[in-house]
């Protein structure tokens, strides 16, 4: 069984910084490039960012790159977003996910785990 749990997040002010973790199990982590997603209230799902299987490729979105760092263990199974220089729009709850940019969108939605929620706010 497929099981991804997200932890880090919390209250951070404009500016601030905030290191998210997920812990993975119940699959090959280290066959497949991983991404993070996030929703914020009443939007829909926004990918956010991805690492290849690897972890020497690495993709963002226009609105979190240069900001944001995505990195992973693959000896713990472990994925990891560094959120750096933190706006009020990058509040909402983040999810890592299997796949890249575009291939996230094939796996299951039930395969998610809770998210772990980011509020920025001063």
């Known amino acids: 069984e497929v099981q991804l749990a997200e932890f880090g997040g919390g209250l951070v002010q404009p500016g601030g910084t905030l290191n998210l973790s997920c812990q993975t199990s119940?699959?090959?982590?280290?066959?497949?490039?991983m991404s993070w997603l996030r929703q914020t209230q009443g939007k829909a799902v926004e990918w956010v960012a991805a690492?290849?299987?690897?972890?020497?490729?690495?993709d963002y979105a226009d609105s979190v790159k240069e900001r944001f760092t995505i990195s992973r263990d693959n000896d713990k199974d472990e994925l990891y977003l560094q959120l750096s220089s933190l706006k009020t729009e990058d509040t909402g709850t983040y999810y890592c996910?299997?796949?890249?940019?575009?291939?996230?969108?094939?796996?299951?939605?039930?395969?998610r785990g809770q998210g772990t929620q980011v509020t920025v706010s001063s």
């Open positions: 690492i290849g299987n690897q972890g020497d490729t690495t």
């Open positions: 119940g699959f090959p982590f280290y066959s497949y490039p």
């Open positions: 996910v299997k796949g890249n940019r575009i291939s996230w969108t094939y796996y299951s939605a039930a395969e």
